[in-house]
């Protein structure tokens, strides 16, 4: 027990230094194996998982739908999206902290990740806040709040992360995430109007009726109709069986580039600077995959992984008790992990255990996604409150995490109605 622990710490260590979480668990687990066994049998087992990751047909989804995000930052589409969500919803007090919310669930419905989502949104909506003398506080927290739906509403880079660990149905894991991810858009909109009620001063002015007209507003509607058209297809094809995950993500591809081509707004340039983001991106998670899969046999064969399971079954947790204790596990992981670190450390864990409590593996996955969205904005990591700090630079990043406070509990109050009721997620694949 004493080198896992010492494993645990040197981990912990590495990850603090700033050593990237992927290296960091190849060379542990590549050590510890090393440690239990051998050191042909240490490279042995490394060659293996490199090949058997590397040759996944599933884990060829992951660069598309990397690269169909990056290609759809640089189309623009962000911004019609946040122009038309601005202008249908101006009636509303808050209307342009609320059409933040809904231009980040349409980009987050193509780009698939949170990051994405955070930055280029981010990058367009607040100086709007700024200039329309919205507070801060509520400004930069409901967009950081915002931006974690990019890996809720599908395609979802984590869902597929997920999928792949588990060998859940990736097309199962898009299409239950749809309502809850409408959900939780919706539940983030009310407070916005609540906000707006209890502390006006935080709501700047409305866009003046006046600079714009109905033409406008129809025109705006048509700008979005290629989000639309992209999500329908890749959705409506899984949904429809016509094609599977990793066929949908190369469609999503072409899809963007023929609609980049024929509106004129994606350069050569922009194509090739989506490539390199795109291959480092998928460098990093690859990396990940491959040094939590080492981490995890080295846990396994030290007896660690049994261990664990056999102390849970003897707590005897019942439903209840599982899904408060692991939020809490994942509150208290974002403090020092990132979302891939969590996820490549704890689901091996606690996914068997889940099953054994008759736990729907889709349902799980959704339930696992908006935890660890929670965790995205919580400190004191909350990557996306550091994303939007470089946005709104003259923002404190106390201010920021105060702003999300709202946005958290709401998150978790879903969290508690999804438990309740887990046809919120599982009606649509029933």
Same mark, same amino acid.
């Given at each position: 027990?004493?080198?896992?622990?010492l494993?645990?710490?040197?981990?912990?260590a590495?990850?603090a230094l700033?050593?990237?979480?992927?290296l960091?668990?190849?060379?542990?687990?590549?050590?510890?194996l090393?440690?239990?066994?051998?050191l042909?049998?240490?490279?042995?087992?490394?060659?293996?998982?490199?090949?058997?990751?590397?040759?996944s047909f599933?884990?060829?989804?992951?660069?598309?739908?990397i690269l169909?995000?990056?290609?759809?930052?640089?189309?623009?589409?962000?911004?019609s999206l946040y122009?038309?969500?601005?202008l249908?919803?101006?009636?509303?007090?808050?209307?342009?902290a609320i059409?933040?919310?809904f231009?980040?669930?349409?980009?987050?419905?193509?780009?698939?990740?949170?990051?994405?989502?955070?930055?280029?949104?981010?990058?367009?909506?607040?100086?709007?806040?700024?200039?329309?003398?919205?507070?801060?506080?509520?400004?930069?927290?409901?967009?950081s709040?915002s931006?974690?739906?990019?890996?809720?509403?599908?395609?979802?880079?984590?869902?597929?992360?997920?999928?792949?660990?588990?060998?859940t149905?990736?097309?199962?894991?898009?299409?239950?995430?749809?309502v809850?991810?409408?959900c939780?858009?919706?539940?983030?909109?009310?407070?916005?109007?609540?906000?707006?009620a209890?502390?006006?001063?935080?709501?700047?002015?409305?866009i003046?009726?006046?600079?714009?007209?109905?033409?406008?507003m129809?025109?705006s509607?048509?700008?979005v109709?290629p989000?639309?058209?992209?999500?329908?297809?890749?959705?409506?094809?899984?949904?429809?069986?016509?094609?599977?995950?990793?066929?949908?993500?190369a469609?999503?591809?072409?899809?963007?580039?023929?609609?980049?081509?024929?509106?004129?707004?994606?350069?050569p340039?922009?194509?090739?600077?989506?490539?390199t983001d795109?291959?480092?991106?998928?460098?990093?998670?690859?990396?990940i995959?491959?040094?939590g899969?080492l981490?995890t046999?080295?846990?396994?064969?030290?007896?660690?992984m049994?261990?664990?399971?056999?102390f849970?079954?003897?707590?005897?947790?019942?439903y209840?008790?599982?899904?408060?204790?692991?939020?809490?596990?994942?509150?208290?992981l974002?403090?020092?992990?990132?979302?891939?670190?969590?996820?490549?450390?704890?689901?091996? /864990?606690? @996914?068997?255990?889940? %099953?054994? &409590?008759g #736990?729907?593996?889709?349902?799980?996955?959704?339930? $696992?996604?908006?935890? !660890?969205?929670?965790?995205?904005?919580?400190?004191?990591?909350?990557?996306?409150?550091?994303?939007i700090?470089?946005?709104a630079?003259d923002?404190?990043l106390g201010?920021?995490?105060?702003?999300? /406070?709202? @946005?958290v509990?709401? %998150?978790l &109050?879903? #969290?508690?109605a999804?438990?309740?009721?887990?046809e $919120?997620?599982?009606? !649509?694949?029933?």
């Amino acid at each position: 027990m004493i080198p896992v622990i010492l494993s645990f710490g040197v981990l912990l260590a590495l990850i603090a230094l700033g050593i990237p979480i992927g290296l960091a668990m190849i060379s542990i687990g590549l050590a510890g194996l090393y440690f239990v066994g051998t050191l042909n049998s240490a490279l042995a087992q490394m060659t293996l998982v490199y090949w058997s990751e590397g040759t996944s047909f599933l884990l060829l989804s992951l660069p598309f739908y990397i690269l169909m995000g990056n290609l759809i930052h640089h189309t623009g589409i962000a911004r019609s999206l946040y122009r038309s969500a601005s202008l249908w919803l101006n009636w509303l007090p808050g209307g342009l902290a609320i059409a933040s919310v809904f231009a980040c669930a349409g980009f987050g419905a193509v780009s698939g990740s949170s990051a994405a989502t955070a930055r280029t949104m981010g990058g367009i909506v607040i100086p709007e806040m700024k200039r329309y003398g919205y507070g801060m506080r509520l400004g930069t927290g409901v967009m950081s709040a915002s931006g974690t739906l990019g890996i809720l509403i599908p395609p979802s880079i984590i869902m597929v992360f997920y999928g792949l660990m588990t060998e859940t149905s990736i097309g199962d894991l898009f299409v239950a995430g749809i309502v809850p991810g409408i959900c939780i858009s919706i539940i983030f909109a009310l407070i916005v109007l609540i906000t707006a009620a209890i502390r006006p001063s935080e709501v700047g002015r409305r866009i003046d009726p006046a600079s714009f007209t109905t033409r406008d507003m129809l025109i705006s509607l048509f700008e979005v109709l290629p989000v639309l058209g992209i999500f329908a297809v890749i959705l409506g094809g899984l949904y429809l069986g016509v094609f599977t995950p990793t066929e949908a993500s190369a469609i999503g591809v072409v899809a963007v580039l023929l609609y980049g081509a024929l509106s004129r707004k994606l350069s050569p340039a922009a194509v090739r600077n989506a490539l390199t983001d795109s291959a480092l991106t998928t460098a990093m998670l690859f990396l990940i995959i491959v040094g939590g899969y080492l981490f995890t046999r080295f846990l396994a064969q030290t007896g660690l992984m049994g261990t664990i399971l056999g102390f849970m079954n003897s707590l005897d947790l019942n439903y209840w008790e599982f899904i408060i204790a692991v939020t809490i596990l994942y509150l208290v992981l974002g403090c020092i992990l990132d979302l891939f670190g969590m996820l490549i450390l704890t689901v091996p /864990i606690l @996914f068997p255990f889940a %099953m054994s &409590l008759g #736990i729907d593996p889709v349902w799980f996955g959704i339930y $696992i996604v908006i935890v !660890a969205e929670v965790a995205l904005v919580t400190p004191p990591i909350g990557i996306n409150v550091y994303i939007i700090n470089a946005v709104a630079k003259d923002v404190p990043l106390g201010t920021i995490f105060r702003g999300c /406070i709202p @946005f958290v509990a709401g %998150m978790l &109050l879903f #969290i508690a109605a999804l438990a309740v009721w887990p046809e $919120i997620a599982l009606f !649509a694949i029933r």
